[in-house]
């Protein structure tokens, strides 16, 4: 069975430092992977989504940034981080499919990252 | 564009009576439409799925949602509430793009359940 797992569960680091938060996915390969932010009392807003390694596609502007550097591992990163980037970050992954099929996403369970 | 519209951002019910959430889609074509789940501080988890099969779709944990395309509602429904069933419910719809997945959440809808 396919698993996700998300490091670290909680970070709480001061304005102006990097960030970097890993996502992985087991007992699947060549999956999409995506990154979202929830911010408190909001719906989830997608920041990043990769169909391949090497491959990342930005959905909003911002201080982040991406990376996959492996088939099933994804990073998120800052090099400086704002008061705005706390909140609750979700890895997600799905089935990479060529047709107009749909298929769900499964959530890894999330950072919480404080930024102070 | 997709969107999903979460009538309610709050709904407030006892044990054991049933649990309605209601959900509103836009869609210019045939959507395929979720209802996640999260709990405090969780990562969200997949309640059930619609995807163009029978309108009454079953999920987990006694969970059910009906496809009604007249009305435009995907609605979640369970006859008898727990306790455990207090959570973040989101409802959501996929956009159709070949070669992946991009959903669009609606704000949420936080089920509050008293004994």
């Known amino acids: 069975s396919q698993t996700i797992h998300q490091w670290p569960a909680t970070l709480v680091q001061p304005v102006g430092s990097p960030l970097s938060l890993e996502c992985t996915v087991e007992?699947?390969?060549?999956?999409?992977l995506y990154w979202y932010r929830q911010a408190a009392g909001r719906g989830l807003q997608l920041l990043f989504y990769?169909?391949?390694?090497?491959?990342i596609s930005s959905e909003v502007p911002q201080n982040l940034s991406a990376s996959r550097p492996q088939d099933r591992q994804f990073i998120l990163s800052s090099k400086k981080l704002l008061l705005s980037d706390s909140g609750f970050y979700l890895c997600?992954?799905?089935?990479?499919?060529?047709?107009?099929?749909?298929?769900?996403?499964?959530f890894g369970p999330g950072t919480r990252l404080t930024v102070t | 564009a997709q969107s999903v519209t979460q009538l309610d951002s709050h709904v407030s019910v006892s044990e054991g009576t049933p649990v309605l959430l209601r959900c509103n889609y836009s869609?210019?074509?045939?959507?395929?439409l979720f209802w996640y789940v999260q709990h405090p501080n969780k990562g969200l988890q997949l309640l059930l799925k619609?995807?163009?099969?029978?309108?009454l779709v079953k999920g987990i944990n006694g969970f059910e949602a009906e496809f009604k395309k007249s009305e435009t509602s995907f609605h979640l429904t369970k006859p008898s509430a727990h306790m455990s069933d207090a959570a973040e419910y989101f409802c959501?719809?996929?956009?159709?793009?070949?070669?992946?997945?991009?959903?669009?959440f609606g704000t949420g809808t936080r089920l509050l359940v008293s004994p």
């Open positions: 997600a992954w799905s089935v990479h499919i060529w047709s107009w099929s749909s298929y769900e996403q499964y």
């Open positions: 990769s169909v391949g390694i090497g491959q």
């Open positions: 007992g699947t390969s060549n999956p999409n």
């Open positions: 959501v719809v996929s956009t159709r793009n070949t070669g992946f997945q991009k959903l669009v």
């Open positions: 619609y995807t163009s099969a029978a309108t």
């Open positions: 869609s210019s074509y045939s959507p395929s």
